[in-house]
């Protein structure tokens, strides 16, 4: 489900997913401490520096920790309020995030079924395209765990892999393989935004004047 904003500013028919822990800011665990919040080295600035690239930038996360009763939705939307403003602070854009409150199948007991909307299952995706009339086949995802790439392949997008975070490792058996490898998120910003910086205009919608 959408966390933010309230209402969607459709720009662009492509977007970039980003998972948040491990991938943006410092997985330690199901953080929600805002005194916690760490960024990963260079994520700020590849941020910033990916602004003006044509597409939408869109945060998609899970929250299990929500269902598991570690946190509450509104410590986590502090926590997500406090990340956005240091992106605002160093220039950064982020157009929306979208986060799932539910169990993660790992979580999920014998006989109990899981939501359309954890990773890796593609809905926060699905949700997002839908609001904001993307082609998800234009689309990439960067994420650190390999249910980030699971559900980038399942909503057609081309997938990144991260090595910081889990690295990959959050499943016991290699079972995704992403399109591409990055040391990190700088690095996979900064390939896609160089291919994107050559993509005619006419991929981009004309902005809402309304």
Request: aromatic share 8%; proline share 6%.
């Amino acid at each position: 489900m959408r966390e933010w904003p309230e209402t969607v500013r459709p720009m662009y028919r492509r977007a970039i997913f980003l998972d948040r822990d491990g991938t943006i800011s410092e997985d330690t665990h199901y953080p929600f401490r805002i005194e916690d919040l760490k960024f990963i080295s260079g994520s700020l600035a590849a941020l910033a520096l990916s602004a003006s690239v044509p597409a939408h930038i869109i945060v998609v996360t899970n929250q299990a920790g929500i269902a598991l009763k570690k946190f509450t939705v509104d410590e986590m939307m502090a926590f997500n309020d406090a990340l956005r403003d240091q992106l605002r602070r160093a220039g950064a854009r982020v157009d929306a995030f979208y986060y799932c409150p539910h169990k993660e199948p790992k979580d999920l007991a014998p006989g109990e079924s899981g939501c359309e909307c954890a990773k890796p299952r593609p809905g926060m995706l699905i949700e997002a395209a839908r609001d904001f009339g993307l082609d998800l086949r234009e689309s990439f995802l960067i994420g650190d765990k390999q249910s980030d790439i699971l559900a980038g392949q399942a909503a057609g997008c081309r997938t990144w892999l991260v090595k910081t975070g889990k690295g990959g490792t959050d499943l016991p058996d290699s079972v995704a393989s992403p399109d591409s490898v990055a040391d990190n998120l700088a690095e996979a910003l900064g390939q896609i935004s160089a291919e994107l910086m050559s993509v005619p205009s006419t991929f981009r919608l004309k902005p809402d004047t309304t």
